[in-house]
């Protein structure tokens, strides 16, 4: 059975030699989703559209694709200037994965360029959110959501037909078990309002709404297959083992 998951790989050079048998690893898994992070690369002056297409033409047949260059401000590995960056997401979306994976805090010079580009080429966006200290409150979070939605609208005159096809990644940070509850409100929230969504806690105390996040309505959850991309992910098999147990008694 195909649950919800997207398995993260940290992608650390540009030989899809070293990557292929990564991505056929993953695969045997059957993720409905993988996504590939790009801010590993040791040097990434070497990544070319030729790797990227070879990534997608490898994954697409079987599951969907994520492009993400996550910024250091909200966990990522790699320092780099913003226009170098506005390249890299560039040929991300050029190269036609399904999503493609930025923070809600980019420049919005370069947001209302990626989404004309995305539009263009089809891919969807993934805007995100990353909160490693805590978790905010629920009335916080749709604020900083609705704000979000209010300068797409009315700084960027996007449509309803574009916004509806945002995804929103909503992450915090568990300090104590009652803090899941905000991830798992907001994903029930925001499904019944047709309004896609990604939310839970990361760390050892958000293991709990990491795994049940798509029962309340996230439209994906996040494992590993060896090597961990944020504190509290867990091993695909792992997860797929719980969903069984889970959902086979219902």
Known sequence: MKFNICVSIPIKNTSFKEVEPI????????PKLIELRFDYISNIKTL???????????IKPYAGVIF????????GQLKINQKDRFKILKMFIESKPDYVDFEMNTDQNIINEIINLAS?????IIF??????????FDDTIKLIQ??????IQDLSLDSDVLEEIIYKIIFTAQKFEDNLVPLK??????????????????????FSRITCILAGSYFTYASLEEKTASGQINVSKMKEMYNLILNNQ
């Open 186 to 207: 907001l994903c029930k929230e925001m499904f019944n309002s047709n309004q896609k969504v990604i939310s839970f806690c990361m760390g050892p105390l958000g293991i």
């Open 23 to 30: 991505i056929a690893d993953v695969l045997k898994s059957n």
């Open 128 to 137: 995100s959110y990353h909160n490693f200290e805590k978790t905010i409150s």
């Open 120 to 124: 263009q080429n089809e891919v969807k």
């Open 48 to 58: 070319s559209m030729d790797f990227l297409r070879d990534i997608v033409k490898s």
């Open 68 to 75: 993400t260059l996550r910024d250091p401000s909200e966990g």
């Open 147 to 152: 704000n979000f939605n209010n300068k797409l």
